[in-house]
Every structure is written in C-alpha cells, then in structure tokens.
C-alpha cells in the first residue's frame, strides 16, 4: 500500500499546488481586471477633461467671433453714419447761397500760384468766371460736382470741389471730434 499511499500523497500535494496555483492566478487576473478598469476610468476621466476643455475653448472661440462679427457690423455700421454725415455736410454746402460760397472760392483760388485751366462746378461756372483772374485762369468745361472746381496746369493739377474739399481736409480734421459727438452716449 506504500505506494498507492505515495500515489495519494502526490495527487494530493499536485492538488494542493493547483489550488494554490488557480488562487495566485485568479489574484493575478483579478489585479489585472481592477488595473484596467482603473486605467479604463482613468483615460474615460482624461478624455471627458479633454472634451470639456475643447468644448471650453469651442465656446470661447465662438464667443469671440460673434463678439468680432458684432464689433465690425457695428464699426462698419459707424462708418456709414460718418459717411452719410459727411455727404450731408457737401450738400449743405452746395446748397448755400453764391454769397456764401464765394469767399472759401476766392481762398481756393488764392492758394493757387500757377496759371492753368479752371474746370468748374456746373453750379458755380458763373461765379468762378466773376472771381478769377483772366490773366491767371483760363475756362475749361463745367464738371459735375457738387460745388467747386479742378484746376490743371502743365506742371500741377488741384482739387478743389465740395467733395474733395469735405473728404481731405475737413474729415481727416475733425473725423475723431465727430465721431466723439455722434457715438458717445450722453
């Protein structure tokens, strides 16, 4: 019987070690499983932070766009008020008396030093003939403008009508006082 006993002792020491075996690997799988639903949690976790701050950054991308889209249309919107201001303020002066009128033409005129041809505004042919000097000025055919003149010589060309005289030497002067009048509130 000593060697069924041997037998029974062998079978019971390999049971014994499969056992143990089984239990150190269902420790092993068991580790394994809780690290990977720890890494599993982890990354869910690290990817629901990323998409919260993409979404922040969507947000606030789109924020500014719509603050930018807002800022032009209202800056465009500005500018167009200026420009109609400015278009009103060339009618106001073309529709004053010739009285009026006459000595910012007499200044215009003055401040030319050469002889040329005086292209008037349809409007002001009359009195442009009335104030310039013959001898300095000759004619030319009326233009349309608002009010005023173009003179050109062979060496120097001045513009001199309503429009031009409001859009680069009035505007650039008091654009910005203008502006201060127009958009500040009260």
């Known amino acids: 019987m000593a060697l069924a006993d041997i037998l029974v002792a062998i079978s019971s020491h390999a049971d014994q070690r499969i056992a143990e075996a089984r239990t150190v690997h269902q420790k092993h799988l068991t580790q394994l499983r809780e690290a ?13 932070q990323q998409k919260e701050q993409r979404k922040n950054q969507l947000k606030a991308k789109a924020e500014n ?3 930018m889209v807002k800022r032009n249309a209202l ?7 200026l420009d109609s201001t400015y278009a009103a303020v060339t009618e106001k ?4 008396p010739p009285n009026t009128v006459e000595p910012l033409l007499r200044a215009c005129l003055k401040s030319i030093r050469g002889k040329g041809i005086i292209h008037p505004a349809r409007k002001h042919a009359d009195l442009l003939k009335r104030l310039a000097d013959s001898a300095q000025f000759s004619m030319g055919e009326p233009i349309d403008a608002a009010g005023g003149f173009l003179f050109s010589s062979l060496k120097q060309e001045q513009d001199c009508t309503f429009e031009h005289l409001i859009s680069e030497v009035l505007r650039p002067q008091t654009e910005l006082e203008v502006s201060r009048s127009l958009f500040t509130a009260a």
């Not at 990977?36 to 629901?48: D, N, P």
């Open 36 to 48: 990977s639903e720890r890494a599993i949690a982890g990354k869910k976790q690290s990817i629901a």
């Open 65 to 67: 766009h719509a603050a």
């Open 75 to 81: 800056l465009r919107k500005k500018r167009e008020l």
């Open 93 to 96: 002066l073309s529709a004053l």
